[in-house]
C-alpha cells in the first residue's frame, strides 16, 4: 500500500502505540505505506475528544497533534470545496459530518480509508482497509 488515509482513532491509537487495538493488518499497512494522510476534521475530532474528557493527554492537544503528525511523517489533507460537497453526497451515509468529511476525503483524494468503525467499513462507495 502506498498511500493511505488515516481514521482519527486509528491516528490516535498508532501515535501513542497502541497496537493492540490494530488489527494485525492496520499494523502492516501502517508499517509500510510510503506516505500516510490525515483529514483536518481529525484534529478538530480530536480536540473534541480532549474537550469532552474522552482522551486526556498529558501535554497541549495542539502541541500533541504536531508532535504525532512530525514523528509519524503524516500529512494533513485539507477541507477543500470538492471535499465538502462530496461528503453531501454520499448516498445513504450515516449523518455524523466528521465521517462525511473523512470519507469524502478518501474518495476525492482517491485513497483507501484505514479504519476499524463497522459503519464506515460497511459502506461500500468508500475503499476501506482493517
Not at 69 to 78: D, Y
Not at 112 to 127: H, N, W
Request: with cysteine.
Amino acid at each position: 500500500m502506498s498511500q493511505i488515509l488515516l481514521d482519527t482513532h486509528v491516528w490516535i491509537w498508532w501515535s501513542i502505540g497502541a497496537n493492540n487495538y490494530l488489527s494485525t493488518r492496520a499494523q502492516d499497512i501502517l508499517a509500510t505505506a510510503s506516505k500516510k494522510w490525515l483529514s483536518t476534521i481529525s484534529c478538530w475530532e480530536l480536540a473534541k475528544l480532549v474537550e469532552k474528557k474522552r482522551l486526556g493527554l498529558a501535554i497541549h492537544p495542539l502541541t500533541w497533534m504536531k508532535r504525532s503528525l512530525k514523528e509519524g511523517n503524516i500529512r494533513l489533507a485539507g477541507l477543500t470545496p470538492e471535499i465538502a460537497v462530496e461528503s453531501t453526497m454520499l448516498s445513504n451515509f450515516h449523518p455524523d459530518p466528521a465521517d462525511q468529511i473523512i470519507v469524502a476525503t478518501a474518495r476525492i483524494l482517491g485513497l483507501p480509508l484505514i479504519t476499524s468503525d463497522k459503519r464506515i467499513l460497511s459502506y461500500p462507495d468508500a475503499e476501506t482497509l482493517w
